[in-house]
């Protein structure tokens, strides 16, 4: 199959994501005095850029030309576009806010209900989910993209980084959404508005897109809570791959289960493996002992392709998610 039907296929596979968000949006309405359509808030520049950054980087890894002469431009296009450019003083990058963040938009939209653009935000997640494995949380994310960043300098500086337990995270992950469920549902933590009393997502406490945001006015405090959980997160990373997604983050607990029907994702190539175990040194994820299997689940993906890169055997190679795929023996 060549690269034009492969992209092909994942635009249709991805446009299908689309289907129930548009629906919700519909009853929203349009039109003078009301809301914006869905599809008016996914015309703006900063969800446009957002897909065509996605489908360049789907380009690049399938014709196997991301390099790191490419990878760092891309990771820096997207902090910079998605994290940084909307604190600057120009009308150009107003747009381009993470608000509402990710998280914002599937926990306040549990809180307080969904509006369009927590709506289109979801929908392009899920989009560059189903056609690549976190090709929105590791590519297009501001957050997911410095830590990428942080990474690859660590290697540099020959830091040795600890590898994650899939497991113990993923408790961690869960753990953190259970307790926001708790809760939000005893709203435990609330503010009152109009004298009623009103949940707060406990996830505005450990929001790492908050330290993309500057805060006028704001308290000593107040702006130690804000910038907290990002600090964090870059100090952290120098240690652990991506300690922000694996640990904390929501969406990329939502995005782990939606890329295991990816269309595109590592896959191995049989039978050439010499199980000379590189690919499990080097890659900085826990995802390579369960991609060796053709496990049909396996831990997140972002997509980095070091185990590609590394494989001296070129056993593994970014293409089309393996139909024989089976799941892991017990």
Same mark, same amino acid.
């Given at each position: 199959?060549?690269?034009?039907?492969?992209?092909?296929?994942?635009?249709? %596979? !991805? @446009?299908?994501?689309?289907?129930? +968000?548009?629906?919700? *949006? /519909?009853?929203?309405?349009?039109?003078?005095? &009301?809301?914006?359509?869905?599809?008016?808030?996914?015309?703006?520049?900063?969800?446009?850029?957002?897909?065509?950054?996605?489908?360049?980087?789907?380009?690049?890894?399938?014709?196997?030309?991301?390099?790191?002469?490419?990878?760092?431009?891309?990771?820096?296009?997207?902090?910079?576009?998605?994290?940084?450019?909307?604190?600057?003083?120009?009308?150009?990058? %107003? !747009? @381009?806010?993470?608000?509402?963040? +990710?998280?914002?938009? *599937? /926990?306040?939209?549990?809180?307080?209900?969904? &509006?369009?653009?927590?709506?289109?935000?979801?929908?392009?997640?899920?989009?560059?989910?189903?056609?690549?494995?976190?090709?929105?949380?590791?590519?297009?994310?501001?957050?997911?993209?410095?830590?990428?960043?942080?990474?690859?300098?660590?290697?540099?500086?020959?830091?040795?980084?600890?590898?994650?337990?899939?497991?113990?995270?993923?408790?961690?992950?869960?753990?953190?959404?259970?307790?926001?469920?708790?809760?939000?549902?005893? *709203?435990?933590?609330?503010?009152?508005?109009?004298?009623?009393?009103?949940?707060?997502?406990?996830?505005?406490?450990?929001?790492?897109?908050?330290?993309?945001?500057?805060?006028?006015?704001?308290?000593?405090?107040?702006?130690?809570?804000?910038?907290?959980?990002?600090?964090?997160?870059?100090?952290?990373?120098?240690?652990?791959?991506?300690?922000?997604?694996?640990?904390?983050?929501?969406?990329?607990?939502?995005?782990?289960?939606?890329?295991?029907?990816?269309?595109?994702?590592?896959?191995?190539?049989?039978?050439?493996?010499?199980?000379?175990?590189?690919?499990?040194?080097?890659?900085?994820?826990?995802?390579?002992?369960?991609?060796?299997?053709?496990?049909?689940?396996?831990?997140?993906?972002?997509?980095?392709?070091?185990?590609?890169?590394?494989?001296?055997?070129?056993?593994?190679?970014?293409?089309?998610?393996?139909?024989?795929?089976?799941?892991?023996?017990?």
């Amino acid at each position: 199959m060549n690269i034009s039907k492969r992209i092909g296929f994942a635009a249709a %596979a !991805g @446009f299908g994501a689309l289907a129930m +968000p548009l629906a919700l *949006a /519909a009853q929203q309405g349009g039109g003078r005095g &009301r809301p914006a359509t869905f599809l008016d808030v996914l015309q703006r520049p900063k969800f446009v850029t957002m897909l065509v950054i996605g489908f360049v980087v789907l380009a690049l890894l399938l014709t196997k030309k991301m390099k790191n002469g490419v990878k760092v431009p891309v990771l820096l296009l997207s902090t910079f576009l998605y994290g940084v450019a909307a604190n600057l003083p120009t009308k150009i990058f %107003a !747009g @381009f806010s993470m608000h509402p963040s +990710p998280i914002c938009s *599937a /926990a306040k939209a549990v809180l307080y209900g969904f &509006r369009t653009p927590m709506i289109v935000t979801l929908a392009v997640i899920l989009f560059l989910t189903l056609v690549g494995p976190k090709l929105f949380c590791g590519w297009v994310c501001p957050v997911g993209a410095v830590q990428e960043l942080i990474a690859m300098l660590a290697d540099k500086l020959g830091i040795r980084r600890r590898k994650w337990n899939f497991r113990t995270t993923n408790a961690v992950r869960v753990g953190f959404l259970l307790l926001f469920i708790f809760l939000s549902g005893t *709203a435990v933590l609330h503010t009152v508005q109009n004298e009623k009393v009103v949940a707060v997502s406990s996830y505005d406490y450990v929001n790492a897109f908050h330290g993309y945001e500057i805060r006028a006015q704001a308290t000593p405090f107040d702006t130690v809570v804000h910038f907290l959980p990002f600090v964090l997160t870059l100090a952290f990373a120098f240690k652990f791959y991506r300690p922000f997604c694996y640990l904390v983050c929501p969406i990329g607990l939502l995005t782990n289960l939606v890329e295991q029907f990816g269309l595109f994702r590592i896959v191995r190539k049989q039978p050439v493996c010499t199980d000379c175990g590189v690919c499990r040194e080097k890659s900085p994820c826990p995802a390579i002992p369960e991609i060796l299997k053709s496990a049909a689940f396996r831990p997140d993906c972002f997509s980095c392709t070091v185990c590609v890169k590394e494989c001296p055997s070129g056993e593994l190679e970014f293409g089309v998610r393996d139909p024989r795929a089976r799941k892991p023996k017990a």
